[in-house]
C-alpha cells in the first residue's frame, strides 16, 4: 500500500523558518511526482509547491522566492523548507504524490493520487 507520512511543521514567529518532510513508501524511488498544498482558513485549497521525477520544480506565486520543495529519492522523503514566513502562510500543509503521468498535478489538484495526514502551520505577528 501506499503511504504518506508527514512530519515537521509547528508554530514560528513571522520571519522564520519551519520545514515539512513527507515520507512516501509504496511509490517508485525515481518515477513518483509530488506535490504540497495547504489549506488557510476562509480560502480554496491552494497548490504551494510540485516537483517531478526529474527534479523539475514549480510554485505557487504566493510563496514563489521563499518556499523550496526539495526529494530525496535515496530514501523516498519530500520536503518543503519554508523560509520568510507570513501570518497568511498559516494553515494546514499536505504532501500528495503518485506515479508520474499525464497530467499528474491536475490529478493530484483534484484529490487523485496518495496524500499525507496534514500538518499545521501556525506564523504569528
Known amino acids: 500500500q501506499v503511504h504518506l507520512v508527514e512530519s515537521g511543521g509547528g508554530s514560528v514567529q513571522a520571519g522564520g523558518s519551519l520545514t515539512l518532510s513527507c515520507a512516501v513508501s509504496g511509490l517508485g524511488q525515481d518515477t513518483f511526482c509530488a506535490g504540497w498544498f495547504r489549506q488557510r482558513p476562509e480560502k480554496n485549497r491552494e497548490g504551494v509547491a510540485s516537483?517531478?521525477?526529474?527534479?523539475?520544480?514549480d510554485y505557487g506565486n504566493s510563496v514563489k522566492g521563499r518556499f523550496t520543495i526539495s526529494r530525496d529519492n535515496a530514501d523516498n522523503t519530500l520536503y518543503l523548507q519554508m523560509n520568510s514566513l507570513k501570518p497568511e502562510d498559516t494553515g494546514m500543509y499536505y504532501c500528495?504524490?503518485?506515479?508520474?503521468?499525464?497530467?499528474?498535478?491536475?490529478?493530484?489538484?483534484?484529490?487523485?493520487?496518495?496524500w499525507g495526514q496534514g500538518k499545521q502551520v501556525t506564523v504569528s505577528t
Open positions: 500528495a504524490a503518485l506515479e508520474c503521468q499525464r497530467d499528474w498535478w491536475i490529478q493530484l489538484y483534484t484529490g487523485l493520487g496518495y
Open positions: 516537483i517531478d521525477k526529474n527534479g523539475y520544480r
